[in-house]
């Protein structure tokens, strides 16, 4: 039980602990004086609720920009296969009118008057 309340501490204040907290709200104290600490210990919260929420934005901004540039590499990689596909029976077509006859065994070869050739 004291192992979570000690992470709950650190998650909360980072690396402070409780004397160091202490010590902190004391030179406050001394330095503001008890009738300015509350409306300084409001305007911290202010600025540090704002300075979260901008710093959150930023990362989902920033999240955004790189699932927006991971989704434009897929579409591109996408579009360079269906060229590959599409070239295909191009490259068939082109194969087969340069030389009808390559893989066609020699007795079935004919002259183009339907006549074996000799």
């Given amino acids: 039980m004291a192992l979570a309340s000690k992470e709950r501490?650190?998650?909360?204040?980072?690396?402070?602990?409780?004397?160091?907290?202490?010590?902190?709200?004391?030179?406050?104290l001394l330095v503001f004086g008890p009738k300015k600490l509350p409306e300084v210990g409001k305007s911290l919260g202010k600025a540090m609720r704002e300075f979260k929420k901008t710093s959150?934005?930023?990362?989902?901004?920033?999240?955004?920009?790189?699932?927006?540039?991971?989704?434009?590499?897929?579409?591109?990689?996408?579009?360079?296969?269906?060229?590959?596909?599409?070239?295909?029976?191009?490259?068939?077509?082109?194969?087969?009118?340069?030389?009808?006859y390559e893989d066609a065994p020699k007795d079935t070869q004919t002259d183009g008057e339907g006549k074996k050739d000799s």
């Fill in 56 to 100: 959150e934005e930023i990362r989902g901004r920033i999240e955004d920009e790189i699932q927006a540039s991971e989704i434009k590499g897929v579409a591109d990689d996408l579009r360079k296969d269906i060229q590959d596909i599409k070239s295909i029976p191009t490259a068939l077509t082109d194969e087969i009118s340069a030389n009808p």
């Fill in 9 to 28: 501490n650190t998650f909360m204040f980072g690396s402070i602990g409780i004397p160091e907290l202490l010590i902190i709200l004391a030179v406050a």
